[in-house]
């Protein structure tokens, strides 16, 4: 067994995370597999009431690959990345058709399933079955980064490879789920990306980043580069009674098949009386940003108030018209989401 290992087992049962929500009984790779997705670029404490209410509603794989793609992004709304609700729900189907209804213990079965690959199919197989298969998630990235004191960014292939030579090579044979719970939590906990408290940390006497008063520059950060803007208007078009124009989105591009408002980035108020009859000119509401991985979104937000239902657009069901109360059980955008909050009340 690798030294690290035992180490960290060893500070795991005194001080490391024991009560999540995907810890406690009956522990099932469904949900050990469902929090994997969440935690994926998301962080604990955001995830654990997302899990609990998804959970809730589809408490099984069967329920999920049962559900419409609607309630399961309902479900997701406001957790962001929305591509790995559309996996989970993929993965779950296939699941029901091809792995007799429960994910599979064979690795290359499981991390070819959509959205899980290596990392993902290793936790699940640690932490469910107590296999010894390796992970590399952030977290353990930067803990094996500082403590080999690699150099480079870890998302190149060829530092990637090298960490994950290190990761397969401190796992341990047996009790493999609590040493992927302990260099997580070591992670999450102690070797945090910014202010890393080596002091407490129970690896600092081998940490060749320590040693080498490397810690706060390890990992090697991301290279640096501009993201582009892309400027648009959305267009809060509110009848009489209250109700938003909500159109849902295509499958492709950002935010696939999620709830949002009419959006153009020229001639708004052209575009506007396209889909409805405006009884007077809009108001603009404080501009909104959102940051996706390769852009950032700039949106002005135009409130149209009195507007009535074209006859032409009434009936379509990807454009409907919603209360804020109803449009709230859709599954929205985090940024629309927000924003519907917030409207003034009706004049």
């Known amino acids: 067994m690798s030294a690290l290992a035992p180490v960290l087992l060893h500070w795991h049962a005194r001080h490391g995370r024991h ?3 995907w810890q406690q009984a009956p522990r099932s790779a469904y949900r050990v597999w469902l929090a ?57 189907r296939l699941c029901m058709t091809q792995h007799a209804g429960d ?16 990392s993902t199919a290793g936790a699940i197989l640690a932490q469910a079955w107590d296999l010894p298969f390796a992970i590399l998630d952030g977290n353990v990235k930067r803990v094996l980064a500082r403590y080999h004191a690699i150099n480079g960014w870890p998302g190149q292939s060829a ?49 060749a980043a320590h040693a080498q008063a490397l810690s706060a520059s390890l990992p090697t950060p991301r290279p640096r580069r501009a ?39 020229h001639a708004p108020e052209a575009h506007a009386a396209s889909l409805a009859q405006l009884r007077a000119a809009p108001r603009a509401l404080p501009p909104l940003r959102h940051s996706f991985t390769h852009f950032q ?12 239902a074209r006859d032409a657009v009434r009936d379509q069901p990807a454009l409907c018209w919603y209360t804020p109360q109803a449009a709230a059980a859709l599954a929205l955008p ?9 409207l003034p009340e009706l004049p």
């Open 19 to 21: 009560d999540l929500p």
């Open 36 to 92: 994997e997705v969440m935690l994926q670029q998301t962080q604990v404490a955001t995830v654990i009431p997302y899990y609990a209410r998804f959970l809730g509603a589809l408490p099984d794989l069967p329920a999920l690959a049962t559900a419409s793609e609607d309630a399961v992004l309902a479900l997701w709304s406001g957790l962001g990345y929305y591509r790995r609700a559309r996996h989970l729900h993929a993965a779950a």
């Open 103 to 118: 994910l599979p213990r064979d690795f290359d079965a499981l991390a070819a399933l959509p959205g899980i690959g290596r």
């Open 159 to 207: 530092i990637t490879r090298e960490l994950w030579r290190h990761a397969t090579a401190h796992t341990p044979q047996q009790r493999a789920g609590d040493y992927a719970q302990a260099i997580m939590d070591l992670g999450a906990m102690l070797c945090t990306p910014q202010q890393p408290d080596c002091r407490h940390c129970p690896l600092r006497a081998s940490c």
């Open 227 to 265: 993201l582009p803007r892309r400027r648009l208007n959305w267009l809060l078009l509110r009848d009489a009674q209250g109700r938003i124009l909500l159109v849902q989105r295509d499958g492709d591009g950002i935010w696939p098949r999620l709830w949002s408002l009419p959006e153009t980035e």
């Open 297 to 308: 979104l700039e949106a002005q937000p135009l409130l149209f108030d009195g507007a009535h």
């Open 334 to 342: 985090a940024p629309v989401r927000r924003l519907l909050k917030q």
